[in-house]
């Protein structure tokens, strides 16, 4: 079946443009999250879903950033006024609960959009 | 406060050696486990997690770890590697008690040679 996509696969920007990256999740998957992952470096958790509760918007490094998800479907990642230090690829997971209880699933990666800031 | 460490950038291996990539971990509760591989220019992949029971767990490609609650540790092992294990694995951690965050080592690049 398919998988995560996102889209776009590059984007490359100038500093101070607004950038606005999309997921698609797995059908059926409840929970879908955003990381980024700087070069060199690990993945940093920026935001959580799970159905229609209130996201966990902990990791968003700023108020430039925001994302948005309707319902159980597509989710959009806006960056404003983008800095050279938002260049990172920015990766999209997709979950469904399963028996081992909430945290215990599995995620499934989209292959990430890779952004540069110039 | 959660936190992951994969103390090495890089494992170099023989092929047909076992290898083993660390990681240890720090949680309040009691820990869920992951490993993911990302391989080039391609999404992470899902390996194996430790989610409770036996503390050795079989995953993908010949891939197994072993929870080791008193150590605080989640080593990744192979026991034969091949070329195509090449690749850079992530080892991450949720706490059971509630939050719904993972939090990802800075990786390990595995470097299988011929």
């Known amino acids: 079946g398919a998988g995560v996509s996102q889209s776009p696969s590059n984007k490359v920007t100038e500093k101070g443009k607004d950038v606005e990256l999309r997921c698609d999740p797995i059908s059926g998957h409840t929970a879908l999250y955003w990381y980024r992952q700087r070069l060199g470096q690990g993945l940093e958790f920026l935001i959580y879903f799970q159905g229609n509760s209130a996201p966990d918007k902990s990791g968003l490094p700023s108020d430039r950033f925001s994302a948005e998800r309707t319902g159980e479907s597509v989710s959009t990642l806006t960056i404003q006024r983008t800095q050279q230090e938002d260049s990172a690829v920015y990766l999209c997971a997709s979950s469904f609960p399963t028996s081992g209880g909430a945290g215990a699933e599995t995620q499934y990666f989209g292959p990430g959009t890779r952004l540069l800031v110039l | 406060a959660q936190s992951v460490a994969q103390p090495e950038d890089q494992v170099n291996v023989a092929e047909g050696n076992p290898l083993t990539v660390k990681c240890t971990y720090s949680?309040?509760?009691?820990?869920?486990l992951f490993w993911y591989v990302q391989y080039p220019n391609r999404g992470l992949q899902f390996l194996l997690k430790y989610i409770t029971g036996d503390n050795l767990v079989k995953g993908s490609y010949g891939f197994e770890a072993e929870f080791n609650k008193s150590q605080t540790s989640f080593p990744l092992k192979k026991p034969s590697a091949l070329v195509s294990d090449s690749a850079l694995y992530f080892c991450a951690v949720r706490d059971s008690s509630g939050t719904y965050k993972y939090i990802f080592g800075t990786g390990t690049r595995l470097k299988v040679l011929a």
């Open positions: 949680v309040s509760g009691n820990p869920y």
